[in-house]
Structure formats: C-alpha cells, structure tokens
C-alpha cells in the first residue's frame, strides 16, 4: 500500500508562484512514476505534470508547460511541483498520484492518489 500526502496548496494573487509537496510512504519509492493532476469545480480531472521514478524525464500538461516545473527527491520520498506565473484559471484542487513502473498522462494508469490540496488564485 502506499500513502500519499501533499501539502502547500493555499491562496496567492495572479502571478504569484507556491511549491506543492507530496509525502510517500509504504514502497520503494523510486520505482515509481509521479504526478500531478488537477481538479477544478465542475471540471474533469486534468493531467498536470509527471516525472519517471529516476526523475530523469518530466513530463507537463499543455496548461503547465513553461510555468510549472515538476522534480523529485528520492532520499526523501518527495514530489514536488512549483508553479508560478499562476493565473485564477489554475485554481483547483491538486492531487499526487504513484503508478508503478508508469509515468504516463492519464489518471486511469495511476493506482494510488493523495487526498488532494486547494490552490486558489485570485484575479
């Protein structure tokens, strides 16, 4: 089993930057792939970021590309995703998700998700 928690969500003005943070517990956590997915009220799940258990490959969704930058910290079981130049439009809840061996872009292949962290950008 594996637990996920993330932390640092909170409210910033437009064009302010936050870190987002995902605690892992209960694997070995580099053989995991990671992401970031969002959520917005009324929306579907919208992929954000995703990062190969080594870290060596990232991957960013349309809406991140150039703003946001996803890392990780395998001697501390952390993901990280830092946003800036954030836009009210980013506003959402942000979940982590782990998938065995897999960094892809679909929710569906991801097994294991945190409880998500609000992100509220105000105009």
């Known amino acids: 089993q594996v637990q996920l928690v993330e932390s640092g969500g909170g409210l910033v003005q437009a064009g302010g930057s936050l870190r987002l943070s995902c605690a892992a517990s209960?694997?070995?956590?580099?053989?995991?792939?990671m992401a970031w997915f969002r959520q917005a009220p009324g929306k579907e799940r919208e992929f954000v970021a995703a990062i190969t258990g080594s870290g060596g490959r990232t991957y960013y969704g349309d809406s991140a590309k150039g703003r946001f930058t996803i890392s990780r910290d395998n001697a501390k079981n952390a993901v990280y995703l830092q946003m800036n130049s954030l836009k009210p439009e980013d506003t959402a809840v942000y979940y982590c998700?782990?998938?065995?061996?897999?960094?892809?872009?679909?929710?569906?292949?991801?097994?294991?998700w945190g409880q998500g962290t609000q992100v509220t950008v105000s105009s």
């Open positions: 998700a782990a998938d065995y061996r897999s960094s892809g872009t679909y929710s569906t292949e991801y097994d294991y």
């Open positions: 209960g694997h070995t956590f580099s053989w995991y792939g």
